[in-house]
């Protein structure tokens, strides 16, 4: 039995999160598949058993549960000492880009993709709307990326890993990330840190 238990399936953006940073700290973790196509974490037992808000990912550890995969990112560094920092100006920093993560960017990109690559919308007033509120976070982000290899200072943070937990879906994203250019170089930097691997090859995916 490995020491964490992630509950997650591949195309979840928000599960990536977690299981890039259990893998760049090279924890011992095993993924537990949640079959969210077929409306397993709709159901009561997933709700009663898993997780009341019905959502991916989940952290088992120990005799702790959580969710929330910025709180999971917290804890992970906590407990691994990896990627945050014991400067607490620099805590709440990357609290700060978590926060605007999971409100403002995360948020509008994951929709987007849902949309037009799992329910097949085609483009809609809505799918304008959401591209343009993404492009709206990316262009913020890639000008704060101009001036430093991460998004806190030049290390490698949660704040990092939070923020680019859906930018490996290429084609399925259903932007272009090619205008921002220092986005573009971050993410390659994430890319050649020991451990990476896209999301389709660190978590489980449906048969078929
Ligand atoms: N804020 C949450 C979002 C989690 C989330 O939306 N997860 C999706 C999968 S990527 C999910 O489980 N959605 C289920 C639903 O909304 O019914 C986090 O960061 O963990």
């Given at each position: 039995m490995?020491q964490?238990?992630l509950?997650?399936f591949?195309?979840s953006g928000?599960?990536?999160?977690?299981a890039?940073?259990l893998?760049?700290?090279q924890?011992?973790?095993?993924?537990?598949w949640?079959?969210?196509f077929?409306?397993e974490?709709?159901?009561?037992?997933?709700?009663?058993?898993v997780n009341?808000?019905?959502?991916?990912?989940?952290l088992l550890?120990?005799?702790e549960r959580?969710?929330?995969?910025g709180?999971?990112?917290?804890?992970?560094?906590e407990?691994?000492?990896?990627?945050?920092?014991?400067?607490p100006?620099t805590?709440?920093?990357?609290?700060?880009?978590m926060f605007f993560?999971?409100?403002?960017?995360t948020?509008?990109?994951?929709?987007l993709?849902?949309l037009?690559?799992?329910?097949?919308?085609?483009?809609t007033e809505?799918?304008?709307f959401?591209?343009?509120?993404?492009e709206?976070?990316?262009?913020?982000?890639?000008?704060?990326l101009?001036g430093q290899?991460?998004l806190?200072?030049?290390?490698?943070?949660?704040a990092d890993?939070?923020?680019c937990?859906y930018?490996y879906?290429?084609?399925?994203?259903?932007?272009?990330?090619?205008?921002y250019d220092f986005?573009?170089?971050?993410?390659?930097r994430?890319?050649?840190q020991?451990g990476w691997?896209?999301p389709y090859?660190l978590?489980?995916?449906?048969?078929?």
């Amino acid at each position: 039995m490995a020491q964490y238990t992630l509950y997650c399936f591949a195309e979840s953006g928000n599960a990536y999160k977690a299981a890039l940073m259990l893998a760049l700290a090279q924890q011992d973790w095993q993924a537990k598949w949640v079959d969210f196509f077929h409306g397993e974490t709709r159901t009561d037992a997933y709700r009663k058993d898993v997780n009341e808000m019905g959502e991916v990912p989940v952290l088992l550890h120990g005799g702790e549960r959580l969710t929330q995969s910025g709180v999971i990112l917290h804890y992970l560094a906590e407990q691994t000492g990896r990627f945050s920092s014991h400067d607490p100006a620099t805590r709440r920093e990357i609290l700060r880009w978590m926060f605007f993560d999971n409100h403002k960017f995360t948020s509008y990109i994951a929709t987007l993709r849902f949309l037009l690559t799992f329910m097949k919308s085609g483009e809609t007033e809505i799918t304008n709307f959401m591209r343009g509120r993404a492009e709206g976070a990316l262009d913020i982000v890639n000008k704060h990326l101009a001036g430093q290899d991460y998004l806190v200072g030049n290390e490698l943070t949660i704040a990092d890993l939070s923020m680019c937990g859906y930018l490996y879906y290429g084609d399925e994203l259903g932007l272009s990330l090619a205008p921002y250019d220092f986005i573009e170089a971050w993410l390659g930097r994430i890319r050649s840190q020991p451990g990476w691997q896209a999301p389709y090859d660190l978590m489980p995916k449906a048969a078929g």
